[in-house]
């Protein structure tokens, strides 16, 4: 049983880690913060440097540089960070008293507390993260059973489109789709299940280029898109062609839906 709920806790983490869609979710719960570890702070502010960053997480602080310079479009966009310069940098270090603090600076990086919270759900090198997330997912009331369930689910659904991505380069041997192939074959699995391609998907839940799709969609339709991409898969795998796994799919999507 242990092993099980193991393997629960680290599938919920990596919905944090892997999705945007859920990070922005429980990037209000900043208190959460406070409860597994004291926050740095700077005096009249709660805005804190990279440093006092990466003090919380136990990482150096170019370990907390790396983290938001993969994921910087969130930082940015919902104003979690800033960069100070020029007379805006000159006004900040006027607020405090000790001279030395910040001399020499010409610029200088702030998070505020969300932005401090962002950075525990992404960061998989600090156990002080791993606690943080924990404590948002496995502590706190509402994450509940559901939320469980759906990172299970996700986790599984990763697993079986690996195969079927393996199993298009390995064994589709039908007639050329230009290098198409993997969204060829994605677009008929969507089809099939919820009469739309990935385009109209993607529309529909107001996704940005980069945001996965399947982040967004529901635990029962996660366990309906790895059916489907699992029965594509053996057919791949027998020697079918495209046209005869649509139509057979096709045929029976009421079966799906």
Request: proline content about 2%; some cysteine; glycine content about 4%.
């Given at each position: ?5 193991a ?72 104003g ?22 910040f ?38 009331e ?38 198409h ?35 967004c ?32 799919l ?8």
């Amino acid at each position: 049983m242990s092993q099980i709920e193991a393997n629960i806790n680290d599938s919920n983490q990596m919905i944090l880690i892997e999705s945007r869609t859920m990070r922005d979710e429980h990037v209000y719960r900043d208190d959460v913060l406070e409860k597994v570890k004291v926050v740095p702070s700077l005096p009249d502010t709660l805005e804190i440097t990279f440093e006092m960053a990466a003090e919380y997480y136990d990482v150096s602080p170019g370990t907390i540089r790396a983290a938001i310079s993969r994921n910087r479009d969130e930082f940015n966009q919902y104003g979690e960070l800033r960069i100070l310069k020029g007379k805006a940098l000159k006004e900040f270090k006027s607020m405090f008293q000790d001279e030395m603090l910040f001399k020499g600076a010409s610029s200088l990086n702030l998070l505020n507390r969300r932005g401090l919270l962002r950075i525990g759900m992404i960061l998989t090198e600090s156990e002080v993260a791993s606690s943080v997330r924990n404590y948002l997912l496995n502590i706190e009331e509402g994450a509940g059973e559901k939320l469980r369930e759906w990172a299970v689910e996700r986790e599984i659904s990763k697993r079986e489109r690996r195969r079927l991505t393996d199993s298009i380069q390995s064994f589709y041997e039908g007639p050329s789709m230009k290098g198409h192939e993997y969204k060829i074959f994605t677009d008929l699995v969507y089809k099939v299940i919820f009469d739309c391609n990935s385009a109209k998907l993607r529309t529909t839940y107001d996704l940005e280029k980069n945001e996965p799709l399947r982040d967004c969609l529901t635990t029962e339709d996660l366990k309906k898109v790895v059916e489907v991409e699992q029965i594509v898969a053996s057919y791949i795998r027998m020697g079918k062609e495209y046209s005869d796994i649509r139509d057979e799919l096709l045929i029976n999507k009421d079966r799906f839906q």
